[in-house]
């Protein structure tokens, strides 16, 4: 049987709800006998858009050099991306991070670490591009809930990209509080407290992180 299907060649192919419904397969059946032979079919399945019965007659080699392909993909490291468009809709990853509210800094922080809410983490990063003057442009004001349906289509190179961006941001800040803390006059003693606390924080957000990009077996150095 000869049959042409589209086989993602690149991350920004692959979107954040089929990965999410590849997750949800593998937890769902991990208790099955011959989950590997299973979840490459489903592979298929869910990235290529081929049905599993069809799937099945594939010859073997065909089909694991598919998967193969696509697991390479899923764990690359992919630079920083800055904006993509769904439909006809520029998202720009947000410019300044300073300008983060604390209200979306508290959703970020909750979802960016589960990868059930990771919808909601990608709102808060990537917004509408209201105007670009070259590589410059400025976004919509975040809009809590507005795009959680639309971010369900973010490409996953979006998605590993800023996960990678703030697990190294997260070492680099839990690495500053922690000197200054070292640092600070112990008469500060209030402030110290205040740093340890957000210091916490922020180890525990790296770490969900890194568990995340372990389980992808991503280089995160």
Known sequence: MQIEIDVPSNLSEITLSQYKRYLRLIDTNSELEHIDQFMSLKMLEIFCNV???VA???KMVDVNRIVQQIVDLLNS?????QSFTLGDTEFGFIPKLDDMSFGEYIDLDQSLGDW???HKAMAVLYRPVKKRIGKFYNIKDYEGD???DAM???PMDAVLSSMLFFYHLGIE???LMTNYIEEADPMEAHWQKDLDESGVGISQFTHSLKEMLDDLKISHR
């Open 51 to 53: 049905p599993y019965k």
């Open 56 to 58: 099945m007659e594939f």
């Open 77 to 81: 490291s992919p630079e920083l991306v």
């Open 116 to 118: 059930e809410n990771m």
């Open 146 to 148: 507005a795009y959680h």
């Open 152 to 154: 369900e289509l973010t």
């Open 173 to 175: 800040l839990s690495t």
